[in-house]
């Protein structure tokens, strides 16, 4: 028997026995870890590592090495995402993979002794399943982190709208209360929340109120020049309003010229401004 008959073989074996090795993987983790998983079920984890390892199984039957790292990279995309978005232990997962990598080798090694293949052919076998292995390490990890990203970016800007929140007065009139301090992301955010809200609301004033922030510096006082400017442009009238003697002394010490923009002490001032008055 050649070299390639005998993985053919092998391969034949794993994969006829794919869902008792997935469950003696299954229960070596949790005797070695005492590994429970909460967001899904041992059902699904074993479902998913007999697929796992048929794939391995056909990768020691395929000659072509490169078609079976595809699959892997497939599964490892599938099954990544999925864990990610149902915050499944990343930790937990990847526990899983020395005791697969030792149960399945555990198996071959039988089946090597029972029909008496070269002991030299274990090691080349091993060249072609780990690098199988480390493939589905490589892709689960990829997509996980992947999607996590994803969704931590999105939380992120989901938290930024929130902290830029353009609220109507009239059917003309918003206010834009800026609380805390102001980066440069959270610039950008004020610029096109700014822009965007006052083209859907079809505003022709906007109230800037500054009351909620504590220091200003040159980058701080320039973007809001620039929102200024770029809401002037639009057809929309700024009124700055809140602006608290030490900040207007930290502007003046910049040597920044708010000559031509609109500004008022306090939100009243600013309505009344606007053509709006508090009802007492």
Same mark, same amino acid.
């Not at 029909?115 to 076998?125: G, K, L, N, V, W």
């Not at 440069?184 to 950008?188: L, S």
């Not at 207007?248 to 003046?252: C, E, H």
């Given at each position: 028997m050649t070299f390639q008959e005998e993985l053919i073989k092998i391969g034949q074996d794993i994969e006829a026995n794919s869902g008792m090795i997935a469950t003696d993987i299954q229960r070596e983790f949790k005797r070695n870890y005492d590994g429970h998983f909460t967001k899904i079920s041992e059902a699904n984890v074993e479902e998913e590592i007999a697929i796992?390892?048929?794939?391995?199984?056909?990768?020691?039957?395929? $000659?072509?090495?490169?078609?079976?790292l595809e699959r892997i990279h497939s599964w490892g995309e599938r099954f990544g995402k999925r864990a990610a978005e149902i915050e499944l232990s990343a930790e937990k997962a990847m526990l899983v993979v020395p005791v697969m990598r030792k149960e399945l %080798?555990?198996?071959?090694?039988?089946r090597f002794k029972e $029909?008496?293949?070269?002991?030299?052919? %274990? %090691?080349?076998?091993a060249d072609r399943l780990n690098?199988?292995?480390?493939?589905?390490?490589?892709?689960?990890?990829?997509?996980y982190t992947t999607t996590n990203e994803a969704v931590f970016e999105k939380a992120q800007k989901e938290i930024m709208e929130l902290s830029v929140p353009v609220v109507p007065l009239t059917a003309e009139t918003a206010i834009l209360p800026v609380i805390g301090s102001i980066d440069?992301?959270?610039? $950008?955010e004020l610029m096109n929340q700014s822009l965007e809200r006052s083209r859907e609301l079809q505003l022709s004033t906007m109230i800037i109120d500054l009351s909620g922030v504590h220091m200003i510096d040159t980058y701080?006082?320039?973007?809001? %020049?620039?929102?200024? $400017?770029?809401?002037?442009?639009?057809?929309?009238?700024v009124v700055f309003s809140g602006m608290r003697p030490e900040l207007?002394?930290?502007?003046?010490s910049l040597g920044i010229r708010f000559d031509d923009l609109t500004i008022v002490s306090s939100l009243q001032q600013a309505l009344h401004q606007a053509g709006l008055k508090l009802q007492e």
């Open positions: 796992l390892i048929q794939i391995f199984a056909d990768g020691l039957q395929l $000659e072509d090495g490169d078609q079976a %080798y555990r198996f071959i090694r039988s $029909e008496r293949h070269q002991f030299a052919d %274990y %090691y080349t076998m690098p199988l292995i480390d493939g589905a390490i490589y892709s689960f990890t990829r997509a440069t992301k959270r610039a $950008e701080v006082a320039q973007n809001l %020049y620039q929102l200024h $400017e770029a809401l002037r442009i639009t057809g929309v009238t207007a002394q930290t502007i003046v």
